[in-house]
């Protein structure tokens, strides 16, 4: 489809070609070309005397009642198209939400589907869009954002919604995401200035906590034991046949001393 030609789907072309107003019976004989005609009218609208007051002939009456009849029938016809005409608009409007979602919730918002929106209005856009995992913070400095897209009047246009919503929007969020967890990994309260250390430290002194003398000793009797153990494994490793080994030595040297 061409830019010059109307979308017959789109909800304000369909909003602009409502069906051809008909007149209701009950009103057609005193409207149009029989204004002026008639004084009296019966429960239908039907004319029961005329503006000379008097009644209508038998001919006339035959005639007023096809003219009645035809009247009838033009304007049920009429609503009939009426309430066609006003689904068709309900759901051009909902195929809105799938097929041009930013369009669709503008035009939720407010009385008159294509006026500008104001900044503070956007927390109900991201709503009807189900942009709920915004937070209220976010909210806030996405609004103080929008408000330098809006208009010299304040207001945002759906062009100028587009714009922030894409260009202005992600970068402001991104900024204010980073932020939030850069901070809420820090716990405030361990932050301190040098001057508040210092005021801790003269409050509560660092004291250097010196061994006790059971300490002392419970070290030593640890030396001791480790080194009994020491002396016992020596002891062990002597055995019958290195023994052996060392006296057989010994008599070689004393042999060859004669």
Known sequence: MSDDEEDVNDPDYIAAHPPEKVVDPKTFFKT???????????????????????KPSKKEKDALEVQYLDAKRKYQQYLQAVQAHNLSKIEAENALEQSNPMRWAFRRIGDDKNA????????????????????????????RVASEEAASDGFLSLEALRTFT??????RLLEERLQRDVFEDIEVKAIR???AWRKRLEAEPVIAVKPSKESKSTRKEGDESRSRKSTKGREKDDSPRDKGSAKRSDGRKSEKRR
């Not at 894409?166 to 970068?171: A, I, L, Q």
């Open 32 to 54: 149009g070309e029989h204004e002026g005609k008639w004084s009296e009218f019966d429960e239908r609208g039907v004319p029961t005397k005329s503006a000379k007051k008097k």
């Open 116 to 143: 500008p929106i104001v900044p503070d209005e956007l927390e109900e856009l991201f709503q009807l869009l189900g942009w709920e995992n915004l937070r209220k913070r976010e909210i806030s400095a996405l609004k």
């Open 166 to 171: 894409r260009e202005r929007m992600p970068v």
């Open 193 to 195: 200035s040098p001057r």
